[in-house]
């Protein structure tokens, strides 16, 4: 069974940073595209950055040159950091990552940004 473990989010101010981590473990996993997505109250969950295998990097206009994210393959681990925060970042971060497998979902964390 593929777990995805994150860590990191919490309260933020507006101008300021957090950092989102998120590991995949199961045995024998080898992870493809990994990503997140964030569901604001009363929102559709959107995506929030991607990484494919090989550091192809996807962001939707909204986070773009404010998000970086990464990925480190050999743990199976993938990574956002979120520069410049907007109290509009407020919302629940979850992590996927793709695998032959079938696409595996965080449990969510929950990102606050007070203005």
């Known amino acids: 069974q593929v777990q995805l473990v994150e860590s990191g989010g919490g309260l933020g101010q507006d101008g300021g940073s957090l950092s989102l981590a998120c590991a995949a473990s199961?045995?024998?996993?080898?992870?493809?595209?990994m990503g997140w997505y964030r569901q604001a109250p009363g929102k559709e969950r959107e995506s929030v950055a991607s990484i494919s295998k090989r550091g192809r990097t996807l962001y939707p206009d909204a986070v773009k040159r404010r998000f970086t994210i990464s990925r480190d393959n050999a743990k199976n681990t993938v990574y956002l950091q979120m520069n410049s925060l907007k109290p509009e970042d407020t919302a629940i971060y979850y992590c996927y990552a793709g695998s032959i497998r079938g696409t595996h979902w965080g449990q969510g964390t929950q990102v606050t940004v007070s203005s």
């Open positions: 199961a045995t024998g996993l080898v992870t493809e595209g």
